[in-house]
């Protein structure tokens, strides 16, 4: 996930990560990340300022990962709805391929440690805004229902959070067939043809 950083960096932010899932945040010091990359704590220092800046930089790395990732065959001159389906597919691949970086986004998300700037700067990195823009295509195309796709997408990753998670606590394995199901309905639950047979059949 770390590729675009030079070693150094790539080390710190990799063992951070590792800490930060298996002791949790306040647990992981600088000294032991210095002990456990085998980066000297003023070498490190030399490259993030702080704790903080390193646990920063780890959010926007994962994000822009995460987004490229994501969004890599978003854009194409596809339908809608094949670019809807494998984006999905490649949400759950992602969260499936890359857990650690999945747990510590949905862990840490609203953490007081990833200040507000960091945040609105990975949004625009990461896939949620660039899906939304596919929704939002959907709707002025008539395909969606009129409403908010940032909300519509948020609805339907907290559907695929719960299924990720599912799967990693060894609750239900998460086969092909029901993800198949599940992104099946997070374009139904928002179809504008799903709509009108509703209410055709309700008679208003």
């Given at each position: 996930?770390?590729?675009?950083?030079n070693?150094?960096?790539?080390?710190?932010?990799?063992?951070?990560?590792?800490?930060?899932?298996?002791?949790?945040?306040?647990?992981?010091?600088?000294?032991?990340?210095?002990?456990?990359?085998g980066?000297?704590?003023?070498?490190?220092?030399?490259?993030?300022?702080?704790k903080?800046?390193?646990?920063?930089?780890?959010?926007?790395?994962?994000?822009?990962?995460?987004?490229?990732f994501?969004?890599?065959?978003?854009?194409?001159d596809?339908p809608?709805q094949?670019?809807?389906?494998?984006?999905?597919?490649?949400?759950?691949?992602?969260?499936?391929?890359y857990?650690?970086g999945?747990?510590?986004?949905?862990?840490?998300?609203?953490?007081?440690?990833?200040?507000?700037?960091?945040k609105?700067?990975?949004?625009?990195?990461?896939?949620?805004?660039?899906?939304?823009r596919?929704?939002?295509?959907?709707?002025?195309?008539?395909?969606?229902i009129?409403l908010?796709?940032?909300?519509?997408?948020?609805m339907?990753?907290g559907s695929?959070?719960?299924?990720?998670?599912?799967q990693?606590?060894?609750?239900?394995?998460v086969?092909?067939?029901?993800?198949?199901?599940?992104?099946?309905?997070?374009?139904?639950s928002?179809?504008q043809t799903?709509?009108?047979t509703?209410?055709?059949g309700?008679?208003?």
């Amino acid at each position: 996930m770390f590729n675009n950083y030079n070693k150094v960096e790539q080390a710190v932010l990799e063992t951070t990560l590792r800490l930060i899932i298996e002791k949790e945040l306040q647990a992981t010091s600088m000294s032991l990340i210095a002990k456990e990359s085998g980066v000297s704590t003023g070498n490190i220092y030399h490259y993030f300022s702080s704790k903080e800046e390193i646990i920063n930089e780890l959010y926007r790395g994962i994000v822009k990962f995460n987004g490229e990732f994501v969004t890599r065959e978003l854009f194409t001159d596809e339908p809608i709805q094949t670019r809807f389906e494998r984006a999905w597919r490649y949400v759950a691949e992602l969260c499936q391929t890359y857990s650690e970086g999945f747990r510590f986004i949905e862990q840490y998300s609203f953490s007081p440690y990833i200040t507000e700037s960091t945040k609105q700067e990975a949004y625009k990195v990461g896939w949620c805004a660039p899906l939304a823009r596919l929704y939002e295509e959907a709707v002025e195309q008539g395909l969606f229902i009129e409403l908010d796709p940032e909300m519509m997408v948020q609805m339907h990753y907290g559907s695929m959070v719960y299924l990720i998670k599912g799967q990693l606590q060894g609750y239900f394995p998460v086969e092909e067939r029901a993800l198949r199901q599940v992104i099946q309905s997070f374009w139904a639950s928002v179809s504008q043809t799903q709509a009108d047979t509703k209410k055709a059949g309700s008679g208003t």
